[in-house]
């Protein structure tokens, strides 16, 4: 079971930046899936996540407005479109999947992290 992460690097702030992760060695189409990150010096964070269907999204507070979750259950891939970046927004950034009802709290399943950092 495979949940790799990619599109991080450096951005300025008001910027866009596309991650993507997709699954492997397991299908998700059945599975919620989503995003934390973690700050330098923070606790990881739940920043987004989407059903298997695409029905049902949320976001955290920082994020909503500026983040948008999507996902295309033939790749098994899940994307997380950030517009509007702030420098607060710099963080190791990890792809979850798990059962809806613990994507956004305790998801069993995690990726390698991708790294964005926002420029002031």
């Known amino acids: 079971v495979q949940l790799q992460a990619s599109g991080g690097g450096l951005v300025q702030a008001g910027g866009s930046l596309r991650l993507s992760c997709a699954a492997s060695?397991?299908?998700?189409?059945?599975?919620?899936m989503g995003w934390f990150r973690q700050g330098l010096g923070n606790e990881r964070e739940f920043v987004a996540a989407?059903?298997?269907?695409?029905?049902?999204?949320s976001y955290a507070v920082p994020a909503k407005g500026r983040f948008t979750i999507s996902r295309d259950n033939a790749k098994n891939t899940v994307y997380l479109q950030m517009n509007s970046v702030k420098p607060e927004d710099t963080a190791v950034y990890y792809c979850?999947?798990?059962?809806?009802?613990?994507?956004?709290?305790?998801?069993?399943?995690w990726g390698q992290g991708t790294l964005v950092t926002v420029s002031s």
């Open positions: 989407i059903s298997w269907s695409g029905s049902w999204r």
């Open positions: 060695g397991r299908t998700f189409s059945r599975d919620a």
């Open positions: 979850v999947a798990d059962d809806v009802v613990l994507i956004s709290s305790r998801p069993r399943y």
